[in-house]
């Protein structure tokens, strides 16, 4: 069984830095793309970034291109998103997915999630 837990959220103020992180677990996680999407309050999913099994290729929605980064340690079985310059709109839960598309998947596992906040 597919398991992800993210971790990492919490209130930052416009401008700051967070990093998520994603535990994965119950599938070869070396084998897996993988991607970060969020939703905000009222809205629907919108993907964020996607990296592929070794890690080295990435890619990015316009919205936070240049900003966040996307890295993942595969002996840890571990999927990470710096977030840097964060803005109020950024503001959303984010989740981890098991998906190696460029785009919103919808029948994905994700995780619980991880609730990003940027408030002054």
């Known amino acids: 069984e597919v398991q992800l837990v993210e971790s990492g959220g919490g209130l930052v103020e416009p401008g700051g830095s967070l990093r998520l992180s994603c535990a994965a677990s119950?599938?070869?996680?070396?084998?897996?793309?993988m991607s970060w999407v969020r939703q905000a309050p009222g809205k629907g999913l919108e993907w964020v970034s996607t990296i592929n099994n070794g890690g080295l290729y990435t890619y990015y929605a316009d919205s936070v291109k240049g900003r966040f980064t996307i890295s993942r340690d595969n002996a840890k079985n571990t999927l990470y998103l710096q977030l840097n310059s964060l803005k109020t709109e950024d503001t959303a839960m984010y989740y981890c997915a098991k998906s190696d598309v460029i785009g919103i998947r919808e029948d994905a596992p994700r995780g619980q999630g991880t609730q990003v906040t940027v408030s002054s």
């Open positions: 119950g599938f070869t996680f070396s084998t897996a793309g």
